[in-house]
């Protein structure tokens, strides 16, 4: 979008269509397609007598009888947090009236000239670039308040979603991604792991009760929601031989080493001398979290010893007879200069690389952006239309496809919790095209007078917005709705198409 505005004024002017296009088309587009196709994905049954979706239910979705049923039979919760994000939307998009109302206006007055509409726009393009630079600044202060007092429902559900792929896919171990968190809890009553455990019954923490003994195991309520959803898909992989929503010793072993926590033969029966309550040599689900939450405090302060990759023969021989395959593929490994370090080291390791690929990002944004646009330029050119209508439909392909991907995979996940994800990310990426994209946009018509004569293309978006902004007051999406906000895309495309040959650009 910068790009597009740079070199000589004559030549600004024409590629800006270039970067207003990737402007209205992204935002568009992932208001959209992807939103359409997340109620697709995390579509389940809605009961015909309450009208509640059937999210507790294991088959979650059946095969429609008919199309009505395929329509109206099936859908997607959105809850307070969606709701909240459709007016932040809207509140994002009020600099676009600040800049086109005026535009408008001088364009009536006889203003056509871009020179001529330029300066007349001067004064309003700098209060647009002022709104819109203290809108970002004030939905990352809303994000930053909601995240501080633990309201941020999207951050929270964002964090778990990630922290379990990051677990389950071998990323990240047990101590480096939940270690900080459960070690440093307020609620903590028991610290060491031991049998002489003392009874609580205080409401801020979960208590596994030991059935020949008056002594509880307790632990921080927080540690226990959290590991909760977050270990469960986990203990489902390997519960494996047999299927009975139990763990071996044989079970847990493996997984503890593939998630990268190195435990020997002797701390497996520590672990299962202490947790297994019933004494029957596996462990239940609520079993394993307590287990688990004491593991992974005691190893992130380093009372646990690890234990080297080549501990045991025994560990070995668990490792080879133990038969895993799901039909996902092997999970990645964490990198080898990193595995056998404390969990405080592998966290900073992690930050520095994870940053350097953030500027590696960066760097090949800056050094592909002018290319990119000068392409779009020739296509449009080639093929004799307006450079928008090229920018319109394949730059949002490549700006947005993080989005895309991200919401269809926490969608196909069939949750409340995964759906506010996907939408809330989708929401958020439109809330920035309103405020970081705009303010480019302005700040180029402000500083080096290029006109903004995009009537036709704001008031589509503004449109968009406000559609989508009244869907998500609706309680329930079906996939009649899908279909509606799916063809919005091409209809917006179409609208603009008509407002222009009207004389609205």
């Not at 071996?248 to 672990?271: P, Y």
């Amino acid at each position: 979008m910068l790009f597009s505005g740079l070199g000589d004024i004559e030549t600004a002017q024409e590629t800006l269509g270039v970067g207003v296009g990737a402007l209205a088309g992204s935002t568009i587009m992932v208001l959209t397609l992807p939103w359409a196709r997340s109620v697709y994905d995390g579509r389940i049954d809605i009961d015909q007598l309450s009208g509640e979706l059937r999210y507790k239910t294991k088959h979650k979705l059946r095969t429609p009888l008919t199309i009505r049923d395929m329509l109206y039979g099936s859908g997607v919760e959105v809850n307070h947090a969606v709701k909240s994000g459709g007016t932040m939307l809207l509140l994002t998009a009020i600099p676009y009236l600040l800049i086109q109302i005026p535009a408008s206006y001088l364009v009536r007055e006889g203003d056509e000239d871009n020179k001529e509409l330029g300066i007349g726009e001067h004064s309003w393009s700098l209060i647009s670039l002022v709104m819109s630079l203290s809108g970002f600044v004030g939905y990352l202060l809303y994000q930053f308040i909601k995240s501080e007092s633990g309201n941020d429902v999207r951050k929270n559900l964002l964090l778990e979603a990630v922290t379990q792929k990051a677990i389950v896919d071998g990323m990240l171990s047990l101590s480096v991604a939940l270690g900080e968190f459960v070690a440093t809890s307020d609620e903590w009553i028991n610290s060491d792991i031991s049998l002489d455990f003392h009874c609580h019954t205080q409401s801020k923490t979960k208590s596994l009760a030991v059935p020949n003994d008056t002594k509880n195991i307790a632990i921080p309520s927080e540690v226990y929601n959290k590991l909760l959803h977050i270990l469960n898909p986990i203990f489902i992989k390997y519960d494996r031989e047999p299927k009975d929503g139990m763990l071996s010793k044989r079970e847990m072993h493996h997984m503890f080493r593939d998630l990268h926590e190195k435990i020997s033969d002797s701390q497996i029966n520590n672990l299962f001398h202490q947790f297994d309550i019933d004494r029957d040599g596996r462990i239940s689900f609520e079993e394993f979290i307590y287990a688990t939450a004491f593991f992974i405090k005691k190893s992130y302060q380093g009372k646990i010893t690890p234990v080297p990759s080549d501990a045991s023969s025994s560990s070995s021989e668990i490792e080879a007879s133990f038969s895993y395959d799901d039909g996902e593929g092997e999970l990645e490994e964490m990198p080898v200069d990193l595995a056998e370090q404390r969990p405080e080291k592998q966290q900073r390791a992690l930050k520095f690389r994870a940053v350097g690929q953030l500027l590696l990002g960066t760097f090949l944004i800056l050094v592909f952006s002018d290319p990119m646009v000068k392409v779009f330029g020739e296509v449009a050119l080639r093929i004799n239309i307006p450079p928008f209508y090229v920018s319109f439909v394949l730059a949002p392909v490549i700006s947005n496809a993080p989005e895309i991907f991200a919401s269809r995979y926490y969608a196909r996940k069939k949750t409340r919790r995964s759906m506010t994800i996907a939408f809330t990310a989708l929401q958020g990426s439109a809330a920035m095209n309103n405020t970081v994209c705009l303010s480019i946009f302005m700040g180029l018509v402000h500083f080096r007078g290029i006109a903004w004569n995009y009537s036709a293309e704001t008031m589509s978006i503004l449109a968009v917005e406000i559609i989508l902004a009244m869907m998500t007051r609706k309680r329930i999406l079906n996939l009649a709705d899908a279909c509606k906000i799916a063809s919005i895309f091409p209809m917006s495309l179409f609208v603009i198409i008509v407002l222009e040959s009207w004389g609205y650009s």
